[in-house]
């Protein structure tokens, strides 16, 4: 499996984990400019928001997220850990996971309205 | 279609006060900024539930104001959108406990800020203004000293509406962080009259 279909993979996990309502661009702002830049020109869709590298050691994820105000981020970040190791554990090709990095960048008190969910 | 509002951009500007001023163009036309803009980063969901929050108290407390006092400094009004859009900058990254050492879980002070201000704001009738956290809250265990100034309504104690927002900003940090709370500082720089603009009792 490639990279881009493995982000794309995790990316739809994430959004449908309970307590999640946004996935954010983790990759670093400049790397994801040119990356999607790059996608445009060559007629690729844009990267998706989940950064997923291949580290020699295995798989690195770095993930950014809102959530609701429901359950503590704490827990959150534990959903969204167990579901990306239980993912790519299932994985038939042996993949090892190296580092997973989860943030949380805004809580959600629901006032705003309109969270896209992702 | 919404046509996006235009306005100065000049580039010395911190991008934060570009955010505040494009989410006010659409409320200030009573319409819902685009999905496309507030999933641009967490800064604009950030700043526009900030800015609805703020908006929402800040309408009667502002007719209240005009009516009982025509000449008083709104300054109060400047500063806390100013906060707003300091405060929905990512900032540090302060980290939580994780079950592996493989994984790494934080959030951001950003998002800690808006928690903070939310929580405050949700007091019946009071604002928060300037929101700190003093202390290296990227160090697990290190003491933090939160500082929030607030604007709170005419009628209740002072000190009892500075611990009603103390009582809801412990709340949420507790629930949602890792912090190691040595203080939580509430300065009341405002007295606002009710929210429903009625005078205040004698």
Known sequence: MTTPELSEQLTGLVRSIDGVVQVYDARPTALAAAADLVATVIGQPA????????TGGGISVAVSVAISDASPAAEVCRRILEAISGHLGSNADGTTVDRVKIQVSRISSGQAGGDAGG | MTTPPTGPHDE????????????????????????????RSPAHRIALESLLRFRS?????????????????????????TNIHIEARAGRSIPLASPTPSAEFSIT?????????????????SLIGRCRLDGDVTVPGEPITVAVEASVPWGEPIPAAADHIREGI????????????????????????????QEPEQ
């Open chain 1, 47 to 54: 990267g998706e928001p989940i950064a997923v590298t291949n």
């Open chain 2, 12 to 39: 010395r500007h911190d991008e934060s006060e570009d955010i505040i001023a494009d989410l006010s163009e659409y409320l200030d036309r009573g319409e819902s900024p685009p999905l496309e803009l507030l999933d």
């Open chain 2, 57 to 81: 108290v800040a309408r009667g407390l502002l007719q209240a104001d005009a009516d009982a006092e025509p000449s008083r400094d709104d300054s109060w009004v400047s500063r806390i959108l």
């Open chain 2, 109 to 125: 002070e950003g998002a800690v800020r808006g928690l903070i201000r939310a929580a405050g704001d949700s007091v019946p009738g």
């Open chain 2, 170 to 197: 412990a709340d949420a940090l507790h629930r949602h962080t890792e912090l190691t709370l040595a203080a939580i500082d509430v300065t009341v720089t405002d007295v606002n009259l009710s929210r429903d603009g």
